[in-house]
């Protein structure tokens, strides 16, 4: 759905970047240099013109976004490793819940 918001990861020149689109704003993030950029796609689809200075609350909100995601990011990889060393699938409740919405699960 379009209310979901939508996550990017890459190596660029030896630089790491994280992203997330809310369907409007990007913002996009490098954590080695700490520099933030936020992007109107809507009124800027080529996004050429950083507003990260010009709407913080915006950057604030999206950061958040992205945190949460990458926690359960972590989350995951780590029920992955336990799952690997006990043999058996180790899911929690949310990830149970999405995977019936996939039809994965009963």
């Not at 030896?14 to 520099?35: A, H, M, Q, W």
């Amino acid at each position: 759905p379009e209310d979901r918001p939508s996550f990017g990861e890459a190596l660029i020149y030896f630089g790491e970047k994280k992203s997330v689109d809310d369907g409007r704003y990007r913002l996009i993030l490098s954590p080695n240099s700490g520099t933030e950029e936020l992007y109107d796609l809507e009124a800027d689809p080529g996004a050429r013109h950083n507003l990260a200075g010009d709407h913080p609350e915006i950057v604030t909100r999206l950061k958040q976004v992205l945190r949460e995601h990458l926690r359960e990011q972590e989350a995951f990889h780590q029920s992955l490793e336990k799952s690997e060393e006990s043999g058996e699938a180790v899911l929690d409740s949310r990830m149970k819940s999405r995977l019936r919405a996939l039809g994965y699960l009963q």
